[in-house]
DNA sequence: TTGAAAGCGTTACCAT
DNA sequence: ATGGTAACGCTTTCAA
């Protein structure tokens, strides 16, 4: 491969005065200049990311680990990051962590050794031992780059980060199944462990009281964010015969389970019970299927994120940062019973 | 951050004896390699892989662009090729390149920066003018490092390549169709301009011929893998009234397309018409909506390329090599008319 | 077994 | 405006 030395050779000029094209930088005669993009064009040469990030000590990559790459929801905030970067010409190195703590932490190591400028992460929701959480807490640290947290938090330490309304969808959702004429409100809560679900909870409840409503606890299903309890749940409550007006499910895995469920025991959302999800479901629009939700682009966390990260990385720090992404309401007929 | 040099000093040896540890080199006393791990670890060093990169004259760190992360069959695919990465202590930068090739050439032109010793590459689907289909080989050659193609295919190149069965998912399905009672059958073909839409197609033609059944042309529905499309044809053949008995339909959002003209229509799949998908759409299957199809292990393809690419950054090149993933058919009931 | 020194491909400073 | 040179943090060769 073609190095900087001998397309200066081939322009006539010095490697400086190569290194002054290539860096914009305006000493050059055009002359010069001319000589040396010329060749640069012709032996298509291209200055090798290492080399130029061990003497200018940074490097133009950052990384991004991502709990599970499969999951389109996660893919979509990888797309988002994926092209700002192009935009602003940074590469990023990606890590599918699996939702394990100890891919996690091997991540971590790896951009740590790759020097990486910065870091956006979306963590595992495993750091449940203090112990562990504050070695997490360490090598976050320890990489010495800005970090932006997305979609899910860290605790104990204040870190710039893309979060989701969270307590406002819980409150939107909600609120919409009263507006609807539901008196008898339900949620399937996710993991209360974590504090977007307990936050998605907290808007459920301030809505349920600004309404002046009464709440039953049995109607306070806890899940954890996964189909298969949300199903045993939702059918457990089915079985139980005393059936909500309206339902508030926690996230997309959540509705899946609710939506089995449902439809194992011949009910119709929309007809027999009225449900509102926290979180969109693709392939149900596709199919035509009436589920109304408060959904999010998490594309746009994705280049938010991206964009908070180069900020950082430019201009230093100062106050942390946390964004949060807008929740739309889409209806869609299963807010309201009847139908 | 801590470097070789300051390891040495701590350590009371030289920065040549630090970096004999560090590569497992045997000519160390034991000594001299007990006090270079105590500070190492003490001092929680990570050798800069700049250095070292630049130093060896080769990374380790791979290239992936991926057309739509999105899409959660190619979420899966990265999702493999990180697995895979991980253990093998490499890094992969990231790229989604959003179906453009402009995006795909400015990924090209970012991982030569940055030196990637292999690249793995779902191509877009874009490259139809011969003289950028040439210029992109070009720019793939110009790269220098052993390639991957996953999934699609690039002409005019004889690349390492990991596939899905592609003639033989469409055989499978169609002869499944036919096994099941079927005689009049259709097929939602991909874009044709694509070798997997061709390499279904054909599958699909030969399950038919095999059987000695009859071909009728107004039920080969020339789609592109979009969903719009998928469902413009399959409405259009419903209300033109002649029906088939079966339809394949090419891929999963040529079966969402065809499952949303069908449910409009009031039909039911596996009641008034039988199909089998190539693909699988998760959500049906959580949902209990019961859509025969062949399906394949997407992850696995991403660990298969990756696995690939390493052999050939460490062995060498030798003779092409191509994998193929095989399909797998799933039936739940869709395959069969009148259930 | 060890260390010194050259070299990897750049940038940046200092002269000119 | 231009070139020479040290430096970036590591590996590798050569001597000892």
Known sequence: MI????????????????????????????????????VIFEQNYSP???????????????????????????????KGISEVAE?????????DTSNSAHREDRALQMLKHQRVSGLIITPTSERTEEEDARRFRDSLNNLGV????????????????????????GYVATS?????????????????QLRIARDRFQGFKQAVADAGLELDEKFILKGDFSIDTAYRLTKEMLES???PD???????????GFLKAVREKGLKIGKDIAVIGIDSIDILDILDYKFSCV??????????AMRLILDRIENGTSQQIVHHVPCELILKGSERKGN
Chains 1, 2 share one sequence.
């Open 48 to 78: 090798s990311a290492f080399a130029v990030n061990l003497s200018k000590r940074k490097s133009s990559a950052i990384g991004a680990t991502i709990p599970e790459l499969d999951n389109s929801f996660f893919g979509e905030i990888m």
């Open 241 to 243: 015969g005393d059936i």
């Open 295 to 304: 959904a999010r682009d998490s594309c746009e966390m994705g280049r938010v």
């Open 87 to 95: 935009e602003r010409e940074f590469s990023v190195f990606c890590f």
């Open 246 to 256: 309206g339902i508030v499910t926690s996230n997309n895995r959540t509705s899946m």
């Open 3 to 38: 190095t900087i030395k001998e397309v200066a050779l081939l322009a006539g000029v010095s490697k400086s005065t190569v290194s002054r094209v290539l860096n914009k930088n305006d000493n050059v005669s055009k002359a010069a200049r001319e000589k040396v993009e010329k």
């Open 146 to 169: 800005p970090i932006v947290v997305v979609d899910r938090h860290i605790d104990g330490i204040a870190l710039d980060g893309v979060y989701y309304e969270n307590e406002k969808s």
């Open 176 to 192: 919409e199944l009263i507006k609807a004429g539901n008196r008898k409100l339900a949620i399937i809560t996710g993991d209360v």
